[in-house]
């Protein structure tokens, strides 16, 4: 284990989202924040393996399809094939997880202002929702925003607060449509998060409706 796994993390991801993780059934954006809290988070390892063998029970129960020699030759040649193998996962940065790197495509973010120091870098934006990462100054709050669908958040560096809880390095927060919330950064270290839609945003203070097709946030 690094040092950099060894945050207490508080807030974690709920045994649904956990389990649609293992079978598959996350848009992009959420895949992402699932997998790079997972990669900072011993305890939710623990419970999605915990899934994943589930499933593969469920699997196991299930009568055998049979396989045709020709598509098992095809699928041997495959495997010794090296150039079918996927890629290595980039390597984990100081504080951005194996997943957010991969989503970064191994390179440094593009920040963009927001307005009032905060910053964004969109990684995903899609029907399934988005995904970027946000930087937020000590001690400033992210406009009061609801959302029409779920947003995950996940704390990479520094910590804020806000109706809910404290959230610091490796803590998840779940918010719901029904949520409407100010998230503000502490006092110190810059506030820099994963965040991931399966809805568009609708930020009620910082940037007027009109603009957010432009910012697509
Ligand atoms: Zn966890």
């Known amino acids: 284990m690094t040092p950099a796994m060894t945050h207490h993390i508080t807030h974690h991801l709920p045994e649904p989202m956990l389990a649609d993780y293992a079978a598959g059934r996350l848009g992009h954006a959420f895949s992402v924040a699932v997998a790079a809290h997972v990669s900072l988070c011993d305890e939710c390892r623990a419970r999605l393996a915990a899934h994943e063998a589930a499933g ?44 957010v790197m991969a989503a970064l495509k191994g390179r440094p973010p593009r920040w963009r202002s927001l307005g009032m120091g905060i910053r964004q ?9 988005s995904l970027r990462l946000l930087y937020i100054p000590p001690g400033r ?43 503000v950064a502490d006092e110190g270290t810059p506030c820099i998060c994963l965040a991931a839609t399966d809805a568009p945003l609708r930020f009620r203070a910082l940037v007027p409706r009109l603009l957010q097709p432009i910012f697509r946030i």
């Open 56 to 99: 593969g029970a469920v699997l196991e129960t299930l009568p055998p399809e049979p396989v045709s020699d020709d598509l098992m030759a095809r699928v041997m040649a495959r495997l010794d094939d090296p150039a079918a193998a996927p890629p290595e996962p980039p390597a984990p940065s100081s504080i951005f997880p194996g997943p």
């Open 121 to 129: 870098s969109l990684l995903h934006a899609g029907k399934d929702g």
């Open 141 to 183: 709050a992210v406009p009061d925003h609801g959302h029409e669908g779920r947003e995950l958040t996940l704390v990479l560096q520094g910590a804020f607060h806000d109706e809910t809880g404290h959230f610091g390095v490796g803590d998840i927060e779940v918010a719901d449509a029904s949520l409407e919330h100010t998230p």
